[in-house]
């Protein structure tokens, strides 16, 4: 792949487990090379040595290996042609598709300029009433699902981008079992809606170096679309922590001081390049990113988490709920920090109140379900409170619950009647008067 | 002639440059890069080698590229015409900048070169004057803006001329004043400083005393900041930190507001753009975006420049308290900015202190907070910057560097609690953690006996205790069991229930609830305490909780309605009806 003007470097001065350094001139920081034909980027120079960082891991490179400048930062070609393809982390088809052809835009583009932005205000209906309701998603935010591995986020994810209605929805995967790649396959396959999917996949059979290329590969497919065709994309990312696992273990390997948890110590920001790409464009289009973080025992104060946290508007934890059986989003730590964009303004007036009501009678429930445990007895409210908190786990926060906010806010009145009087679910009395459901 | 160099090795946005003459630490260069120019700052020299933090993203760059210094430290620009201004970390106008992404080395004037200004001279002819001096006097929103003579003037001037009032740019002289020397300087109205210096201008910094209403329960009655006062607020993500601040800084008794947005997210910004043009100043009237600057680097735009944005923020305040104003700056959120100086610390190779912070950070944050306070200027007027920061601690944790540098440094302590948000009391700001240490002086308590009245601060403090009575005599419920405490032990812990969800709790997002002037606080303060110093009859536990929650609810609803109101009034009676049911008569 040697152009004529191109000059080959043949003398590797030192190689460690993820880069090699060179003596060379004239090469730009963040450039793009190959070693004996393999994918690195100058991540160092100090006046004549450069540093490269090799995607696959620099087994077998020899000290002779030929080096090649590309003179280009990793970027890829957009074009319509993208819809309904698979590509793996530097862009090239794995589907046995032609190559695409289009406008070659680097990757990790610039900011939005923030005057720029539109506040988002399109609901996103997801039909789960454990989002829409208690964690209403709108179009422009990023969310992530803080969930153990054995949780069933990426079906959920599926099912949320399926009924999310978006123009386009780019799956960037990283550390994808090939197991859950097929899962995805198939979903969009059988909904029939692959032309409208882009995905970037590295699975955990490719080097993990290389998933580092998957969010900024994803994202500039994304502004693609919602750019220039104004469309409204949705981007799913699984799993944000492989992505970090990559960057401590290359910042480990460039001798970096590691902070908490052997984190990089700029890994708030390498997160917030990535999730701050979410907008709504002023012309219409939008990127929203849904993205899973897998966590380690439950544990959210860990780096990767609670970085995470800080960075994106709210987080949807699931939980299997032992009363109901029932797999469950949790309205304790769950939270959308853009619903009261939407809540009761796309939505019924009730929205804001009836979901903080239940949330706190749930919340009783919750001290109630503590008492029986110590052995205490229950007073009546903890009985009736008890009660209501296994119909609202059934019939509201399950994720395989699917109807619309109306319906959704009917319901918890409903079950605010069956089980409380007025003055103890705490709500405005206005609304009261206008919606509590009178059983004779 | 000013200093050039050569770019010489690149990590990330550190770049090492060889000179061919003088620099100086935190001086400003500009590196060439094809046709644009990307601005950064001098961090450290070693011989030859100048390591200098790029402002921007590094992307293409080559040993050997051309790098110019400029000779100053990282400067604002000063004058009239920033309020209402959407600037970077760089103070680089946002509104200013063309197409929907920022570009690379795009700066501009942060002012307006055109705009005509009404002045009206304040010094006359003959007299003496010296740096901060005020000279005349220009409208901006409404605002007086004084026209002051340069910070950077050492000594003292005798003014030869002021121009008439009239109107002038910016740009225009409006007065000359002579040194001792007797060569003149032509003043205009605008002026540079550099960020990293404190502009002292005062005569002297007393403790700070005068309340700074807030409209929100939890602090104003409860932890008041004063004018002039620091405060932090510590929080988990997701306990309200971001919310609380934008209360504040909507409803904060001060004439200018600059906040801060450091390394936050931009929709949270976005949020600011949009709401400010439409919500009214409730102490003026006016829009809140006319007395409001906001400094936005969100955590995506370059790191480098978030350190820079907490400096030009504290910079803009001190101008303008220099005028005699009331300054709240709002930072939000520290912890970006210290991770901001973690990622340069650790690009430079230098020793790290506590989970890889430099060692010097609890000395950088104190430097920083010790730049706001409560002064009187030398022409006797008073002027004042009130900073409050957020903290986002990792993993909630207080127990780290950020937070626990902070705590030396800030006087008031809002500590959000992450328990708190989970059960939905909001603002889930930990009264019992929590303080203000105003509350302790004496002045403070001398002034807040004049405008609110004498025993406020005990009223204030015999709530605290019931909260923490109330939590001691809930942990022993939890322990014994509702029938194994005594049935009174019941009623302390639901007195206690009462204060939280009357005096703590706030609805943010509640038109009514949001605001709750000084006079209304004292109202619902006293009628909280004559809730909880009577006694009730109570025969069984439950008939207690049944009963309180009767009276939270009414209480909640009093906040909902409009202050006075017949509804108000109605639900006043409705709880005085139930009062009598049960209360014993003293």
């Known amino acids: ?440 | 002639m000013a200093t050039k160099g050569k770019v010489k090795g690149i990590i990330s946005n550190l770049v090492t440059v060889g000179v061919d003459g003088p620099v100086a630490q935190n001086e400003i260069c500009y590196i060439s890069l094809g046709e644009v120019k990307l601005m950064a700052e001098v961090l450290k020299v070693n011989g030859d080698n100048v390591f200098v933090q790029v402002f921007e993203s590094t992307r293409g760059l080559k040993v050997g590229n051309e790098v110019e210094f400029t000779g100053h430290m990282l400067e604002v620009t000063l004058g009239p015409g920033m309020l209402s201004r959407n600037y970077d970390g760089l103070q680089n106008d946002l509104d200013k900048l063309t197409g929907v992404f920022l570009k690379r080395g795009e700066y501009n004037f942060p002012l307006d070169n055109e705009k005509l200004w009404d002045f009206k001279p304040l010094a006359q002819v003959g007299d003496k004057v010296e740096a901060a001096s005020w000279l005349g006097e220009v409208e901006e929103n409404f605002q007086p803006h004084k026209i002051m003579v340069p910070f950077v003037m050492e000594g003292t001037y005798t003014v030869k001329s002021v121009a008439a009032a009239g109107q002038y740019t910016i740009h225009d002289t409006i007065a000359v004043i002579t040194d001792e020397d007797g060569a003149d300087h032509e003043i205009n109205m605008i002026q540079k400083w550099p960020v990293k210096k404190a502009i002292l201008v005062h005569t002297d910094k007393p403790r700070p005393f005068r309340l700074l209403e807030t409209g929100v329960r939890t602090i104003d009655t409860v932890n008041p900041i004063v004018e002039g006062g620091t405060g932090f607020i510590p929080g988990p993500f997701g306990t309200g930190k971001t919310v609380l601040q934008h209360a504040i800084s909507k409803q904060a008794d001060a004439d200018i507001v600059i906040m801060a947005a450091c390394g936050e997210r931009a929709n949270e910004v976005v949020e600011i753009f949009v709401e400010f043009p439409e919500l009214e100043d409730p102490h003026t009237g006016r829009k809140l975006m006319e007395r409001t600057i906001i400094i936005a680097n969100t955590s995506n735009m370059p790191v480098a420049s978030r350190e820079a944005s907490v400096y030009t923020a504290m910079t803009i305040a001190e101008y303008y308290h220099a005028m005699g104003l009331k300054v709240l700056l709002m930072a939000d959120s520290t912890s970006r900015w210290a991770q901001a100086l973690r990622e340069m610390s650790n690009r430079m190779e230098e020793l790290p202190g506590q989970d890889a912070f430099p060692m010097d950070l609890s000395a950088i944050i104190g430097a920083f907070y010790s730049r706001a306070g409560y002064v009187h200027l030398k022409n006797g007027a008073t002027g004042s910057i009130t900073f409050i920061g957020t903290v986002s601690p990792a993993g909630g944790n207080l127990k780290e560097p950020v937070t626990e540098g902070t705590k030396k440094a800030a006087r008031c302590f809002y500590a959000l609690e992450q328990n708190r948000a989970d059960r939905k009391r909001y603002p889930a700001v930990n009264p019992i953690d929590s303080y203000s240490k105003y509350i302790e002086y004496p002045e403070f308590e001398e002034y807040i006996s004049k405008i609110i009245s004498p025993d406020w601060t005990q009223k204030v403090n015999e709530i605290k205790t019931l909260l923490q009575r109330g939590k001691e005599v809930q942990e022993q419920i939890n322990i014994l069991g509702d029938d194994g405490v005594p049935v009174d032990y019941h009623e302390t812990f639901w007195k206690s229930e009462v204060v939280d969800f009357v005096i703590l709790q706030q609805d943010a997002f509640d038109k009514i609830d949001a605001v709750c002037p000084l006079e209304r606080q004292k109202y619902m303060l006293d009628l909280v305490i004559d809730i909880c110093n009577h006694d009730y009859d109570f025969n069984n536990f439950l008939d207690v909780s049944d009963y309180f929650k009767r009276i939270i609810n009414i209480c909640k609803q009093m906040n909902y309605s409009e202050f006075h109101s017949e509804s108000f009034k109605d639900y006043q009676n409705k709880l005085n009806e139930l009062l009598a049911e049960k209360q014993i008569k003293k």
């Open chain 1, 1 to 440: 792949m040697a152009q004529a003007f191109q000059k080959i470097y043949t003398k590797i001065t030192a190689i460690t487990k993820a880069t090699c350094s060179l003596k060379a001139d004239g090469v730009g920081n963040d450039e793009l090379a190959t070693v004996n034909g393999k994918l690195a980027q100058v991540v160092r120079i100090m006046g004549n040595e450069v540093t490269l960082q090799v995607f696959e891991g620099t087994e077998g490179i020899p000290t002779n290996a030929e080096v090649i400048f590309l003179g280009k930062a990793p970027s890829l070609k957009v074009s319509e042609q993208l819809a309904g393809r698979f590509f793996n982390a530097f862009g090239d088809p794995i589907d046995g598709g032609p190559a695409i052809e289009g406008e070659e835009v680097e990757i990790g583009g610039p900011s939005v300029n923030p005057v720029r932005r539109k506040q988002p205000s399109e609901l996103i209906a997801t039909g789960i009433a454990g989002i829409d309701l208690n964690n209403t998603l709108v179009s422009g935010q990023k969310i992530p699902f803080f969930a153990d591995p054995d949780q069933p986020y990426n079906q959920v994810m599926a099912n949320v981008a399926l009924r999310a209605k978006a123009d386009k929805i780019i799956l960037g995967g990283m550390g994808l079992t090939n197991d859950d790649y097929l899962y995805f396959k198939n979903v969009f396959n059988n909904a029939g809606v692959l032309d409208r999917i882009v995905s970037f996949v590295n699975t955990t059979e490719n080097p993990p170096v290389e998933r580092l290329l998957i969010p900024d590969m994803a994202l500039t497919a994304a502004e693609y679309f919602a750019v220039e065709k104004n469309q409204k994309v949705l981007v799913l990312l699984t799993d944000m922590t492989s992505y970090a696992d990559a960057l401590a273990i290359v910042s480990n390997r460039m001798d970096q001081i590691p902070s908490k948890d052997s984190m990089p110590g700029s890994l708030y920001s390498d997160l917030a390049k990535i999730y701050e790409k979410a907008v709504q464009f002023p012309a219409g289009g939008s990127i929203t990113i849904i993205a899973v973080t897998t966590l380690s025992g439950g544990d959210i104060t860990h780096a990767i988490p609670d970085n995470t946290g800080y960075i994106t508007e709210g987080q949807l934890f699931l939980r299997r709920d032992s009363d109901v059986g029932k797999v469950i989003v949790d309205p304790f730590r769950s939270l959308s920090r853009l619903k009261q964009l939407v809540a009761g303004k796309k939505t019924r007036e009730d929205h804001a109140q009836v979901m903080n009501a239940a949330v706190r009678l749930y919340a009783d429930a919750a001290n109630a379900k503590t008492k029986l445990e110590n052995g205490f007895d229950l007073t009546n409210y903890d009985e009736r409170a008890l009660d209501f908190a296994k119909d609202y786990s059934k019939q509201l926060l399950a994720i395989d619950v699917n109807i619309d906010t109306t319906q959704m806010l009917d319901v918890a009145w409903s079950l605010f009647a069956e089980h409380f009087k007025p003055e103890e679910v705490n709500i405005k009395q206005e609304l009261v008067e206008k919606y509590w459901q009178n059983k004779a």
